[in-house]
């Protein structure tokens, strides 16, 4: 069909509305109730337009494209009124930074959002930089409102781990209450209460744990104000840079944009496919556990009783000394399949080739994430990329290298202590749980002067003077192996099994109690006792 948006004859699809073949063709429409994600509510107004032939101003978002039809999106009359509805809108929401005549000299001398528990306007407002009410309050130059504001004074939320919820900034758009229906078939939140008193909320006063969030987050990243707000990413204000990569943490491999800050550090991680929902672990642990005071970030050697930290070179040069006597059967290399195959490919290498042992182990995480194993027979040096032996039976070894990203009691009585980039700190590639490729991408930096596992063990060979190990990138890697193209998992018809329920999620990752390192894990309900009995929890 064809049609004719601003005078502008445009090309329409079939059961598209006329919103939506605006925005298709670069046509903006002010808009604040609808989203992608969702289908057509037609409640802000915002989006009205004058179409030739239709009686009123009809909302774009619930009017169905159709042959021949004209259509104006931004006159005179259709600014006015836009400009009345928003006024209404901003009477119960902070809006004395919209209005303040000294808006912009603030905003060039205060650019980010101050750390305020409440927010009173703009300037205290976690979501500033991405607003949807601020932008339209702008682009229709709205200066004063008709009527005295009101502000609602209702409490902070802050009971329930990862979101804060502030319905002082609620404009009602119902994003959240669509989204939770439209993803998990069911109402975790929806409209509580009429008229004035009108609010999102849990029906009977629940928390939203007691009323079965699953925590995907789906309903932040709809929230056109800052009234849903991720707890840890709040304060960092916009990133700067967007990573499509794969979440590691279990077999679904989902696709997640990485968010991260000027200085190249993991904020905020969400799904690519909004339609499809993610687990709480792809949604909100990836920044924290990335970020935690606890990361190691410098090599350490024990120096007489205890671990001193030095630079790479040091590190590597003792390694190499101290392992040269246990090459053969003595030696044993332990990971697990969270490690990338270019990890796991240079682990192979070097445990058969430089130390001419075939005490390789390589452990399948169980349901949960957990990695346990023994050592073989005769084995009295170790390097292990995790927490994956009893401590009793590292204590008896000779001598210990531990290659991790946090430290752990067998870390505490290593030889050496090795710093790992891990997660959407490296690039490589991954292995699902359907046996397909996953590419992994760096999307920040590691802490200190963390390395990735290969590169660890690549620098670990050239000073034990092996030769084949000059590898220059994790792509270089890949290639000697022959790994194919490895492609993100964005299409997908199912909602990953954690999604739904997160007493499904997984507990560990790389032998790490995840709710150790990601404090609003422990408020979830828990999950299977068998998990902490498998690491003597």
Avoid at 129 to 156: G, N, T
Wanted: hydrophobic share 40%; charged share 20%.
């Amino acid at each position: 069909m064809r049609l004719t948006i601003d005078n502008h004859t445009l090309r329409g699809c079939d059961g598209e509305s006329v919103l939506q073949c605006a925005l298709r063709h670069n046509i903006r429409v002010p808009h604040l109730c609808t989203h992608p994600s969702l289908p057509a509510f037609g409640a802000c107004r915002m989006c009205v337009v004058e179409i030739d032939g239709m009686r009123g101003f009809p909302a774009s978002c619930a009017t169905p494209a159709a042959e021949g039809m004209v259509v104006r999106t931004d006159t005179a009359a259709l600014r006015d009124l836009r400009r009345s509805i928003l006024e209404l809108i901003l009477i119960e929401h902070p809006s004395a930074c919209l209005l303040c005549d000294k808006q912009v000299l603030c905003e060039e001398l205060r650019p980010h959002a101050a750390k305020a528990g409440r927010t009173t306007g703009c300037h205290t407002c976690n979501n500033k930089d991405v607003c949807e009410v601020r932008d339209l309050a702008r682009d229709l130059h709205i200066s004063a409102l008709p009527v005295p504001p009101v502000y609602r004074d209702l409490p902070l939320e802050r009971s329930d781990p990862f979101i804060d919820r502030d319905l002082n900034l609620c404009i009602l758009c119902g994003r959240c209450v669509r989204i939770c229906k439209a993803q998990h078939g069911r109402s975790t939140i929806d409209f509580i209460g009429r008229g004035s008193h009108t609010h999102i909320g849990e029906a009977f006063g629940r928390s939203l744990t007691e009323a079965g969030c699953r925590f995907c987050g789906s309903c932040i990243d709809v929230c056109p104000t800052g009234s849903l707000a991720d707890r840890y990413a709040k304060w960092y204000g916009a990133a700067s840079r967007f990573t499509a990569t794969t979440c590691i943490l279990c077999d679904a491999a989902c696709a997640v944009t990485v968010h991260a800050s000027a200085q190249r550090r993991a904020v905020m991680a969400h799904g690519i496919n909004t339609r499809v929902p993610i687990c709480v672990l792809g949604r909100f642990a990836i920044p924290e556990f990335l970020n935690g005071a606890g990361r190691l970030k410098a090599p350490q050697v024990r120096i007489g009783d205890r671990l001193r930290e030095v630079a790479w070179p040091q590190a590597l040069a003792a390694v190499a000394e101290r392992l040269t006597p246990f090459v053969g059967n003595a030696f044993a290399l332990v990971c697990d399949s969270t490690s990338t195959l270019e990890d796991r490919h240079v682990f192979q290498r070097f445990t058969r080739e430089v130390m001419q042992s075939p005490h390789y182990v390589e452990i399948q995480p169980d349901e949960h994430g957990v990695s346990r194993s023994g050592l073989p027979g005769g084995v009295r040096a170790a390097l292990l990329t995790g927490d994956f032996v009893d401590l009793e039976r590292v204590q008896a070894l000779e001598l210990l290298i531990v290659q991790d990203c946090y430290a752990t009691p067998a870390s505490e009585c290593a030889t050496v202590v090795l710093p790992a980039a891990v997660l959407a700190e490296v690039g490589g590639t991954w292995v699902d749980g359907e046996s397909r490729m996953r590419p992994l991408r760096r999307a920040c930096d590691p802490p200190g002067v963390a390395k990735p596992d290969w590169q660890i063990v690549c620098e670990l060979a050239v000073a034990m003077a092996a030769a084949g190990f000059a590898y220059e990138s994790a792509a270089a890697v890949a290639a000697e192996i022959g790994v194919g193209n490895a492609a993100l998992r964005i299409k997908r018809a199912d909602t990953p099994l954690a999604a739904s329920d997160p007493t499904n999620r997984r507990t560990h990752f790389r032998g790490h109690c995840l709710a150790e390192k990601v404090g609003g894990l422990r408020q979830l309900p828990a999950t299977a006792s068998s998990a902490l009995a498998a690491v003597g929890g």
